[in-house]
């Protein structure tokens, strides 16, 4: 995954969201600083203004305070190490077939775009990969899978606009058995959190994942648009209730200076983020890596 071409993808993509960072805490690390409280409490301050949000910022500097540095040069290797720590790991699939991902999120949030761009990664791994577009409110996002799995040579299940989405979803699970694919990919109606009856229809396709298939979905991912900062956490939490979540996909990060949103959801809800979208193409979704990704954040080379 760290070959040099992910690693420039990532920094590149991450370009914005640095400057912010670089920005705000780059001045507090001269040879002539000396690391006292009031060093640390101005380090906070900037964390904050670099979006990560209050409870991450806090414990990073917490962590911080808590060590002995003979100068100021000791102090970011510190709080990167600190950062990569506050990251989960991504989930592994543990070697079961077929493993069965939702996709969930809002409108706009480039989820139907992304179970294709997933599907494209795991394809080059070797993996089979069955599409389900299980969006049965909006002909468009269909059709958008459709024209995505024509592109990746990917089979893709589809029924008309609004046709039952559990049903696609056992069609899939069916489909995946019989013919040994590996992962099936289930693009589901963005909906807002706050429309209830939607979510209840969310459960109702996990519930029928798991009567056809014991212990499916086994990965349930929320794709958020990195461009709403702190605003993503809302989403989580509420998602969350409604369906447990296992992880993030993040889209859009090469639009924003907001990536430190990264850290709030990690540090309140402990969901790792799975991909990073750095870009429009198709090689532009890349596999999270929470040592790369805090590098890309400090690295100006």
């Known amino acids: ?28 690390f001269s040879p002539l600083r000396a690391v006292d409280p009031a060093m640390l409490d101005e380090l906070e301050e900037r964390l904050l203004a670099a979006d990560l949000g209050v409870a991450a910022s806090r414990k990073l500097v917490d962590e911080l305070k808590k060590r002995k540095f003979a100068s100021s040069d000791e102090v970011l290797p510190a709080l990167k190490a600190g950062m990569v720590d506050m990251l989960p790991p991504p989930q ?29 990664l795991l394809k080059s791994a070797g993996h089979g990969v069955i599409l389900v577009a299980a969006d049965t409110f909006r002909a468009a996002a269909g059709e958008q899978l459709e024209i995505w799995a024509e592109r990746l040579d990917l089979p893709v299940i589809r029924q008309r606009t609004g046709s039952d989405p559990a049903a696609l979803v056992f069609d899939g699970i069916r489909a995946a058995r019989a013919q040994g694919v590996d992962d099936v990919l289930v693009d589901t109606a963005g909906r807002l959190q706050t429309k209830k009856h939607l ?11 798991a009567r056809e298939l014991p212990g ?86």
């Open 199 to 209: 979510m209840a229809e969310l459960e109702k396709v996990r519930r029928v994942a």
């Open 216 to 301: 499916a979905p086994h990965s349930t991912l929320i794709v958020l648009d990195a461009t709403v900062g702190q605003n993503g956490l809302v989403q989580c939490r509420e998602f969350h209730q409604a369906v447990p979540l296992t992880g993030i996909v993040l889209t859009k990060m090469e639009g924003t200076a907001k990536g430190g949103i990264v850290f709030s959801i990690a540090e309140e809800l402990r969901l790792p983020v799975e991909y990073i979208g750095v870009g429009e193409k198709g090689e532009d979704l890349l596999p999270f890596s929470p040592a790369a990704f805090v590098e890309a954040l400090f690295e100006n080379d």
């Open 92 to 120: 592994h699939h543990d070697g079961v077939k077929p493993w069965v991902t939702l996709f969930v999120g809002v409108n706009g949030s480039g989820k139907t775009t992304t179970v294709a761009k997933v599907g494209r």
């Open 1 to 28: 995954m760290d070959n040099p071409g992910f690693l420039t993808r990532l920094k590149v993509g991450l370009g914005r969201s640095r400057e912010r960072l670089t920005s705000s805490v780059g001045g507090l």
